[in-house]
């Protein structure tokens, strides 16, 4: 069972991939079913990190960005694509408990929640610097 932060995160994270949708020329109910199922890895209790798991489910099912599912938060992905790039962004805009916060406010959450050293901290801390190197959204 995922946390009431949790569904607050992910809700908050697909209305924002609707929203900057629209800036990219993207089906904006498209990115809001993206964004809502992005941690969908986490309903299942498995050896694998959240987002091995969501791709595996979502592929089986034939979904078609079940890759930026799979890639999400991972700073070298041999993959890339608009959509991933706004799935991180999206995702790094959205603390723990919903709410819209900047990348350094997101990245001192990961970092209280997961500790400094964590992979959880050093990987998104890699992603947020890449999209500030891209100007993704004026970043």
């Known amino acids: 069972m995922i946390s009431e932060n949790r569904t607050k995160h992910i809700i908050a994270v697909a209305n924002l991939m609707r929203e900057k949708a629209k ?6 109910d498209d990115m809001f079913l993206l964004g809502y199922l992005h941690d969908v890895g986490y309903f299942k209790d498995e050896t694998l990190n959240h987002g091995q798991v969501g791709e595996i489910i979502l592929t089986r099912n034939g979904y078609k960005y079940a890759k930026e599912i799979l890639y999400h938060g991972n700073p070298n992905p041999d993959y890339s694509s608009v959509e991933l ?36 901290y050093q990987n998104s801390k890699a992603v947020a610097e890449k999209l500030k190197q891209k100007h993704f959204l004026g970043e």
């Open 23 to 28: 800036l990219l020329n993207l089906n904006e």
């Open 85 to 120: 790039d706004l799935l991180n962004y999206c995702d790094m805009h959205i603390d723990g408990t919903g709410r819209l916060v900047s990348f350094e406010e997101r990245l001192l959450d990961i970092k209280t929640r997961h500790g400094e050293d964590s992979l959880a």
